[in-house]
Each structure stands twice: as structure tokens, then as C-alpha cells.
């Protein structure tokens, strides 16, 4: 079965700071996908990021980064020079098999990051 | 391009009273889901239609919920009768469904359900 954690359920940081968000996923498939959401107040989440497990290839877009270690079964999320914007819940999701993420998605219990001015 | 459209964002009823939800997704989206958010939790999802058919409806608690999607573009779901473990956001998501774009989803603001 897969499965997905997220430790830190909540995270407060200064502006401009760097904050790192960790996942870890359980999955007994070799093909599977890994995601990122933001949920700001408003509810509407929001696409981040989709890797596959045959990607391991760290990315970078703008100020976020992500690091994919299918050694420690870890896809975690750094946000650089945080800005009070950032603040959300953020949701790391798993979707096993070679559908791409089509089949839908196991979410993790996300981890709510507090940016202060 | 307009995005994914719910109604309506809050609703409060009863136990045993009947509520429904409806989404709008993207236009030529053919894949549409539900998601279930209690609070404090990551949305569960509970159907997925590609076009009009329901080809994963596994997490659907049958016995009170319902969902249909007619002519493969609107959704709604149903419950009745709704439970006060029901008090939860729904959430409507739609994609393209093709594998190199999976799992980019985009949601609805969400149906914000309370049972008293």
C-alpha cells in the first residue's frame, strides 16, 4: 500500500529564511510518481511538481528546490529567502504505476509553514 | 481560461438531511475527480471519471454518497443522509488525464460541509 509522510505539521520561520519540508513515501512499486501542492487560505491547491521515480535529478525553480533520494524513500521541498507569501499548507502526494499521476493521488497530511514579516 | 468552478463554498445542514455538491471542471478536461479534505488531513479521494464514466469509484461510501457526471463535463455529489462525520471540504479537481501530464490536477476553491 502506499503511503506518505509528512512529519512536520507545522513550521514557522522568519522571512528570509530558508525552510526545508520533508516527505517520505512507502511504495512497493519500481514506476511511481511524486508531487508537491501549496494550499493557501483560499483552499485552492496548487500544482508544484511532478518527478518519477526514474528521475532522481534534483530541481530547482526560482527560489524552490526540490530533492528526490529514492535511497531514503525522500522527496523534500526547500523554499530559499522565504517571503510571507509562501505561507500555506504544503502537500506531498504519491500515485503509484505508470499512469503519471492520472490514476489520482495519496496525499500526505501536509505541513502548514508560517512565514512572519 | 477559467478555472475549476464549486458550489456552493459553504453549506450547513442537519444530520439525516440530503446536501448536494457541483463542479464545473476546465474546459477539455475529460478527467474529473472528488477529493474529500477533513481538517488537518490531505484531501482522499473518492471518484475519478474519465469523461462520463466512473472508473474509480473504490473509495465511495456507497450507501450514502452518489456522484454522477452527465455528458461528461459537470459533476455532482450527492449525500443523503448526510452524517455528522460527513463535515469535511470537497473538493472537485480536473486534468487533461494524459500520463505525461498526470497528476497535475487542478482544483475548486471546495464545498466547505458542516453537520450539525
Known amino acids: 500500500a502506499q503511503k506518505v509522510t509528512q512529519a512536520q505539521t507545522e513550521i514557522s520561520v522568519v522571512e528570509k529564511e530558508d525552510v526545508t519540508l520533508d516527505c517520505v513515501y512507502e511504495t512497493r512499486d519500481t514506476t511511481y510518481y511524486l508531487f508537491w501542492y501549496k494550499q493557501p487560505p483560499s483552499g485552492e491547491l496548487v500544482f508544484l511538481i511532478r518527478?518519477?521515480?526514474?528521475?532522481?535529478q534534483n530541481e530547482i525553480s526560482g527560489r524552490y528546490s526540490w530533492n528526490f533520494q529514492k535511497s531514503t524513500s525522500s522527496f523534500n521541498f526547500t523554499i530559499t529567502a522565504s517571503q510571507v507569501v509562501d505561507s500555506a499548507v504544503y502537500f506531498c502526494a504519491l500515485s503509484e504505476g505508470s499512469g503519471g499521476g492520472a490514476d489520482g493521488l495519496t496525499f500526505g497530511k501536509g505541513t502548514h509553514l508560517i512565514i512572519q514579516p | 481560461e477559467a478555472g475549476v468552478v464549486q458550489s456552493p463554498r459553504y453549506k450547513i445542514i442537519e444530520k439525516k438531511q440530503p446536501v448536494a455538491f457541483w463542479c464545473n471542471p476546465i474546459s477539455g478536461h475529460n478527467t474529473l475527480y472528488w477529493y474529500r479534505q477533513n481538517l488537518g488531513q490531505g484531501p482522499e479521494l473518492l471518484i475519478r471519471y474519465e469523461n462520463e464514466e466512473a472508473v474509480d469509484d473504490s473509495q465511495l461510501p456507497k450507501d450514502r454518497f452518489s456522484a454522477e457526471r452527465l455528458k461528461g463535463v459537470d459533476s455532482t455529489l450527492k449525500i443523503q443522509p448526510a452524517e455528522l462525520g460527513d463535515s469535511a471540504v470537497y473538493l472537485c479537481?480536473?486534468?487533461?488525464?494524459?500520463?505525461?501530464?498526470?497528476?497535475?490536477?487542478?482544483f475548486g476553491e471546495g464545498s466547505r460541509l458542516t453537520v450539525l
Open positions: 479537481a480536473s486534468s487533461l488525464g494524459t500520463p505525461s501530464r498526470g497528476g497535475e490536477l487542478f
Open positions: 518527478r518519477n521515480s526514474f528521475d532522481e
